[in-house]
């Protein structure tokens, strides 16, 4: 059974920096492309950034310039280090995916969904 895990959330102070990771575990091929979302109090969960399994990344505006998504694929692993945090950025961080696993014989692929990690920056 595939699972993806988040870890490194926390209480922060503005201007401070954390690293998120979200290891994914199981019978697994591969990793595909793999996103960071995070949802706020009464917010609609957001996109905040995207590595594709080439390498190429994708970041929401609010977010460009101080936060970085990267993978290994080695440890099946994705991260996201968070600078110049802000007060804003309080909220459930989720990482979600494609997931390529072993079932028997046979290769599948599914989206998974992590079960997120509070982020809380105080001012």
């Known amino acids: 059974q595939v699972q993806l895990v988040e870890s490194g959330g926390g209480l922060v102070q503005a201007g401070g920096s954390l690293r998120l990771s979200c290891a994914v575990s199981?019978?697994?091929?591969?990793?595909?492309?793999m996103g960071w979302y995070r949802q706020a109090p009464g917010k609609q969960r957001e996109l905040v950034a995207v590595?594709?399994?080439?390498?190429?990344?994708i970041y929401a505006d609010s977010v460009k310039g101080r936060f970085t998504i990267s993978r290994d694929n080695a440890k099946n692993t994705v991260y996201l280090q968070m600078n110049g945090l802000k007060p804003e950025d309080t909220a459930v961080y989720s990482c979600?995916?494609?997931?390529?696993?072993?079932?028997?014989?046979?290769?599948?692929?599914?989206?998974?969904w992590g079960q997120g990690t509070q982020v809380t920056v105080s001012s």
């Open positions: 979600n995916g494609g997931v390529t696993y072993y079932s028997g014989s046979s290769r599948y692929t599914n989206d998974y």
């Open positions: 199981g019978s697994i091929f591969s990793i595909n492309d």
């Open positions: 590595i594709f399994s080439g390498g190429r990344t």
